[in-house]
């Protein structure tokens, strides 16, 4: 018997990036977490301690922001990209280079009804996210958004489903939808405007979730993924995850109320896992 | 020596309701979270376990579900008042009702340009708080916000501060200036509108933040402060906690890149903690 | 009308300091988490923007781990009151300093039956705390734990409560009791050796809880803190925090079978409140 | 162009429960995290909204605490076992089953020099981890720990990496290594008594981790993933994931102080990733 190392990756996390562009009479931020993974010709550092292939995960902090300052930002899937080349082209022991990255939103401040030119809030909850896989002969790039809290109120059900000697849920044609979504989609080769293209699937999603008449998660997973394909050209995969975050009705008759769908609690455990991926053959 | 109970309260906390409201076209939603605290003859109950005077938490958590069915939540100090009345109305033995109050933000889905009237996305990282405590004798409304995120990327200095012989901070003149906003606010006893209040509240506080030349964050905690107690009549007082969440410049010198306030790192930890009080008098 | 700063306080939270001490054989680490608060002559920068009384929050943090370099850090309550006299001795605009304090749990690696002398692990979820509050003229140190996880399968019931016409709660003579202490008490002037104390109250809180015939988290509550004060001659005061992390009993009946206590739902929303503060007279 | 679902998978997770179990004059608890996923014939669920194959989420919660009444618990991997055994063979239409789990630790409170019988304390931060997966045709079982925090203040250093014009980390022979270990391993299929195995494994994870002579993360991964091969026969690999936590050393020199690796800054942010696969051949 011998021990073979098969895989090993390794890189630095949470690197957070501020980037402030200053124009004459308004100002842009950008806000990026990187983090930067490398496989490689790597074994020796692992079996004998040999460090003379392992460029510091320190460096690769300090890339993120020297490499911040001279690059736009205009997307994170350009940043990645230009990441990725630059590790990639100084380093022949690297292998793989696999660059993650989200951005975080703000928008400006509303100041008597104009948006500021230099003062911003938080917008929204959810991340945009992207990740770069390059390698000598490969270039992968992957868009998503994460943590995208949505809810509708009408036009779900969940009925007619498996039962067994264990089921006690009950059919229902209106109950509320609510999940905090993540979607992550790969490009053809021809997608280069990356901020249109996130906005066209985030579009797409959202009037997808908002107008299905949903006969289950799945139902209007399927729906939301398959009019990305069928809308977004350079899109050939997305993978969707909602899980069904519960809004559980509550049993009002021990009070003598009937609660006709619009008392509900809010929980967050257990959840309804449904994950699903489509891709255009 | 004699060992006394000197101050007792018990409730239940994290009560989550969603209450829906169908009108015909279109919905609303609100999502409320609610603590209710009980003061008052409760002695016995702990020194000899007598839970005569015992309303359960349980039926506390109850009470919040059923009378969201008739009430309008239309805001979350309407709600909180009308449920410190029910409690302290049907026991004698309670001194004092606290209920503290939390709504998150959900705003309608933008689907191709109009707002959905039936599905929504959340909207933003910041709660609208209130906390209400009702005696026999006295009511108390305090109104707040928490944990919004704010950010403004000029007009931010803090200079010629007290140094000692372990002070390495160097005058600056230009910088970031990011918090994460908690404020509590009472009023005077004319205040009945708590919709239109909190807005006044909320865009004299952004407005303040966003324009202010700030010589630190104390000073401009104070000009916001100052603000609504100026503008908005009913508000009597106002407490402000500012953290002050570093965005620190990144030493691009080693790098031979000189950083001309372009390149932050975003940090959490530490954090500088200013807070204020202002009121009338 | 004239606005009033009727109270201001800052510093710097979430210092995390990490002292180690080599010993010829052995080492020790102590993990603590500071903050520094400070109340004074701060008047003039909130208004005026004159930050000429203002030491830095940075240099507060520069001093956090200069202080750490010289003192042993045997105990939080002796490293807190060393900081807050250093701040108060050379600030005479600061009238009051306080120094909130947390130190996490590393217990040695159990290596092959013998503790590690230079290797640890966390031990358990809970902090050690503290509290320093220091004028010209007054001193208090609070000592306190958080987040002590800690479960009972026997002995504990909640019955004979008020009902009204919301409750549906029904009396149960056994339960699972299940809450996450958060404990602080003050002392007389009398007390020095802080380990030793601490140690002695939190074994007195532990065996009170595991041996307590229970009528209600409030009957506990009350014999803990109870046996506190009687038994630890210099606590004076003790704040018990004890929130009921409700144990569900599941329903099995819909399977036809019978649950005797035996399988339960862990929930964490929403939570029973109870606090309670005694004191000596 | 068509459109094709190439994957998908749904399920229950975040099921918490709490199993008791009493003797004569002791009990014993099992807190066991649950989550439950399918894949199998649910295309239809998807593209035109057919239940009839779903097995609803909510079953298979019901289906965990039913199952829970009747097994003993011992181990989560014989627990998840025996529900993917369950849901295979009542269900043709799913042709996978996987089954998360996790335990949380509890251990006996100490009451003056005894473990109590009936009372406990949360022990430590980690968490025991099982994932089976079930087809028709083949049985994985993998255990695991997460989030096991350990740090070793010896024997460890970093030197000798390559460097770039980026590169400003130095050399060092003597930091703190700490990291939040998770660790993964799959069985040959001799594998029978788990609880046994599994305190194997992490005896020689964390006696390797503290004696080992450190060059970098990567060799303490190595030699630790090694051990585990070469002692416990059943283990045919190991995934080891252990983020560099860095406890930086603070620069005190501009105190005039010196500092000999005796204080430091605890961060979180950003950290190193080391990842690495061992699999005996």
Redesign the interface.
Known sequence: ??????????????????????HADW?E?K?VEV?T?FEGE?EE???????????????Q???V??L??DHPLNTIEDFGLHLAKHFLG??P?IHKVRIELSQKQ?TR????GSP?P?????????KWTAVIELTKDSTRIQSGIAD????????SG????????????KDTEDR?FATSLTAVWDYTSSATDFAALRESVQ?NL??S???HK??????T??DM??RV??TVEPVS?IDLDM??KH?LL?N?A??D?T?E?????????????????????
Chains 1, 2, 3, 4 share one sequence.
């Open positions: 018997m011998s021990i073979q190392l098969s895989r090993t990756s390794y890189g630095k996390s949470a690197v957070r990036v501020m980037k402030l562009v200053k100002h931020i806000e983090c993974l790597f550092a692992h079996t004998i301690g040999d460090n003379s292939n392992v460029l510091p995960t320190d460096t902090k300090n890339t922001f020297a911040a300052k100084q380093n022991q703000w401040i509303n100041d008597q500021h230099k003062a911003y809030q938080r917008g929204g909850n959810e995208l809290l949505i809810l509708k109120t009408t036009d969940f009925s007619n489903f498996k039962r067994d000697a264990l089921t006690t849920l509320i579009s959202l009037s979730f908002a107008n949903s006969l289950s998660v799945q139902h997973l399927y993924g398959k394909l069928d995969k899980p069904n809004n509550v009002l021990p009070f109320m609660n769908n619009e008392i509900f609690v809010v929980t967050d455990e257990p959840f309804g896992v449904i994950k699903g991926t489509m891709e255009k053959r």
